[in-house]
Every structure is written in structure tokens, then in C-alpha cells.
T-cell receptor, first 115, second 111 residues
């Protein structure tokens, strides 16, 4: 099974600064999908950003962007101009279209935003 | 927007009870999933379903079963609740190559 590793259990960032959350994954597949999800204290998991492996261009959604390095199997999330509302758990996820379309999640990074 | 609705946000049940967690999605998604979330362990897949009446075991199916009689509804059943099943349960749905859309979660406490 594919594994997804988030090596930073906790991170903190000053409001308005930039922070990068890391994610690596292990796979032998060439076609797959990657996602970052945010889970605020309200518990609702929200999709932040997605990346298709066949696309070389890094995905961007407003203040959120990714650094996707396929060869290194790395998928980091950069949050620019951090806001208090960005405080949450962030989960990296891998979706395999080959192994039953399952999702594989990392264990999460808890992000604190300091006013 | 896709809406995934779980029947309860909080639930308290007694050991040995049969527990039903209901999940409904309104976007005609083929795939539905049940996850369990525990601190430090991330999300663990219990069961998933590709289509009506189809089900597949995930990583931790023991003590659980599921039912998908209609496309929009995916139920998780705890046959005989135990204290080690106290957890957060998340339902999600998706199209075959799309992202997951999650419900709001059910925090189940078994006493």
C-alpha cells in the first residue's frame, strides 16, 4: 500500500508570514492524485488544493500553493500571508486510480497561527 | 457544492449496543467511504463502496459492517459496540477520480 508521511506533527507561523508544510509519499505508480485537506476545530474536513501527477505545473489556490516534485515524491503546501483562520490540522492525501481508487492519508500537521 | 450529511454530531452508546451511523450525499457520487479518526493515527479506512450494494473492506473493518442500498446513502454499523470503538467517524464521498467531500463527523462515545 502507498504510504504518506507528514514529518511535522506541529508547526507555528506568525500572522501574515509564510509557512510550508511537508509531505512525502511512497509509490511505484505514475498516475495518481494528491490533495491537501484542512480540518479546523469545527472538525469539517475541507479540500484546500489538489494536484494531478501528470501535470507539471504546481497548483495554486489564492494564498495556498504546492511544490510538487514527482521524482522526489514530495508534495509540500505553502501558505502565504497566514491568517488566524488558517489554524487547523492539515492532512496530505494520495489517491491511487490503480489500487481501487483508495485514498491514503498522512497523520497530519497541526498549524498554529500566532497573532 | 457537494453536501455530505452525517446523522449525528455526537452519540453516546452503551457497550454491546448495535449502533447505526448514517451518511447521505446529494451529488450522485459513486464512491463512499467511512473513516475513523484518532489522535496521532490520522484517518483509517473502515469500509468503502464503489456503487450500490457493493462494499470493500478497508484497513480496520473488524467489528464493523456497512450497508449501501441506495446510491446516496452509506451506513456504518457497529454490531456490538465496545469501548475501543470510541472515536470520531468521518463519512466521505467522491467521483472516481475526484477529491473526497466529507461530512461533519460523528463523535461516538461508547460507555
Amino acid at each position: 500500500a502507498q504510504t504518506v508521511t507528514q514529518s511535522q506533527p506541529e508547526m507555528s507561523v506568525q500572522e501574515a508570514e509564510t509557512v510550508t508544510l511537508s509531505c512525502t509519499y511512497d509509490t511505484s505508480e505514475s498516475d495518481y492524485y494528491l490533495f491537501w485537506y484542512k480540518q479546523p476545530p469545527s472538525r469539517q474536513m475541507i479540500l484546500v488544493i489538489r494536484q494531478e501527477a501528470y501535470k507539471q505545473q504546481n497548483a495554486t489556490e489564492n494564498r495556498f500553493s504546492v511544490n510538487f516534485q514527482k521524482a522526489a515524491k514530495s508534495f509540500s503546501l505553502k501558505i502565504s500571508d497566514s491568517q488566524l483562520g488558517d489554524a487547523a490540522m492539515y492532512f496530505c492525501a494520495y489517491r491511487s486510480p490503480l489500487t481501487g481508487n483508495q485514498f491514503y492519508f498522512g497523520t497530519g500537521t497541526s498549524l498554529t497561527v500566532i497573532p | 457544492d457537494v453536501k455530505v450529511t452525517q446523522s449525528s454530531r455526537y452519540l453516546v452508546k452503551r457497550t454491546g449496543e448495535k449502533v447505526f451511523l448514517e451518511c447521505v450525499q446529494d451529488m450522485d457520487h459513486e464512491n463512499m467511504f467511512w473513516y475513523r479518526q484518532d489522535p496521532g493515527l490520522g484517518l483509517r479506512l473502515i469500509y468503502f463502496s464503489y456503487d450500490v450494494k457493493m462494499k470493500e473492506k478497508g484497513d480496520i473493518p473488524e467489528g464493523y459492517s456497512v450497508s449501501r442500498e441506495k446510491k446516496e446513502r452509506f451506513s456504518l454499523i457497529l454490531e456490538s459496540a465496545s469501548t475501543n470503538q470510541t472515536s470520531m467517524y468521518l463519512c466521505a464521498s467522491s467521483l472516481p477520480r475526484g477529491p473526497l467531500a466529507f461530512g461533519q463527523g460523528t463523535r461516538l462515545t461508547v460507555v
